[in-house]
């Protein structure tokens, strides 16, 4: 091996082991980036026709939604982010302390950006939070909606979780932070999630601002969530057109596996398309 191949290999090895190129997950053909608030911005769109967001949870990413995009992107424009600090997307303020608000500013930006008067949303967990934000700082610019498993508050259950089953070391193994966000957003994450347990003021949706909604909404939650299903009932009882799905046995991925997954796609389209809403109103 001549000079020129070591020093090739070190340099080569260096930059593998940069602690944000380490892991991370790519860029995908549909992947595009946009400055929002200053944070930049990662999103992918597959699709034509009606404008569908799709929001993920606290410590995941984009790709959550693989197993739902072709089916969805058949009726809908989808367009799927990495809200800030997560995945692909950057957050320049890197405290422990994540406020969805904030994150609720942002999908309205890039809603403005994309040109997108009104759009229909699906988010879970931390994505339902975001969506309930939003729908309340400006009601008019969501059809519909589906939080899943969201929250209006973290309640003392949630809290309890979090303290004592997601300590940061423990979260970033578990939630794949190196291979999905990179070491160091990664970690960030995992501080951030634990925050949660002692953080106050966000979220902090009060049932009069949820009355302010507009859009059809379709609340989803499983009956076994560590997040307490009274939340749940709680929004629908808030929200003037909404309606409720429990999910049995759904924890707080009621949207996912085998069964839950078909069942969710087929329900979730019928709402999406009004078809719930012919004749009758809800409550």
């Known amino acids: ?149 969201a929250q209006m508050y973290f309640s003392s259950q949630t809290r309890e979780f979090i303290k004592e089953n997601a300590k940061p070391e423990s979260y970033y193994k578990f939630n794949d932070g190196e291979k999905l966000h990179g070491k160091l957003k990664g970690m960030l994450i995992a501080n951030q999630f634990y925050n949660f347990h002692k953080l106050k003021g966000d979220p902090a949706i009060t049932p009069d601002q949820l009355a302010t909604i507009k859009a059809r909404t379709l609340i989803i939650h499983g009956d076994n969530d560590f997040v307490p299903v009274a939340q749940a009932w709680e929004m629908f009882n808030s929200i003037p057109n909404a309606h409720l799905n429990i999910v049995p046995n759904g924890w707080h991925l009621p949207q996912n596996g085998p069964l839950n997954g078909a069942d969710f796609l087929r329900r979730t389209l019928e709402f999406l398309k009004g078809d719930w809403n012919e004749g009758f109103s809800p409550k």
Request: no cysteine; net charge negative.
């Open 1 to 149: 091996m001549n000079q020129n191949q070591i020093i090739f290999l070190f340099v080569l090895s260096a930059f593998l082991a940069h602690p944000i190129l380490k892991a991370q997950e790519p860029v995908s053909p549909n992947g595009k980036f946009t400055n929002v608030h200053g944070a930049k911005i990662y999103y992918e769109e597959y699709g034509e026709g009606e404008p569908l967001i799709l929001l993920h949870g606290f410590g995941r990413t984009a790709s959550d939604w693989q197993f739902f995009i072709p089916d969805l992107s058949k009726h809908y424009r989808v367009i799927a982010w990495d809200m800030r600090g997560h995945g692909r997307s950057t957050n320049p303020d890197t405290s422990v302390v994540f406020h969805h608000a904030v994150a609720a500013q942002d999908l309205l930006s890039l809603m403005d950006i994309l040109k997108i008067e009104k759009a229909k949303v699906i988010g879970h967990s931390s994505g339902g939070i975001i969506i309930l934000y939003a729908a309340t700082m400006q009601p008019e610019r969501f059809d519909a909606i589906v939080p899943i498993s």
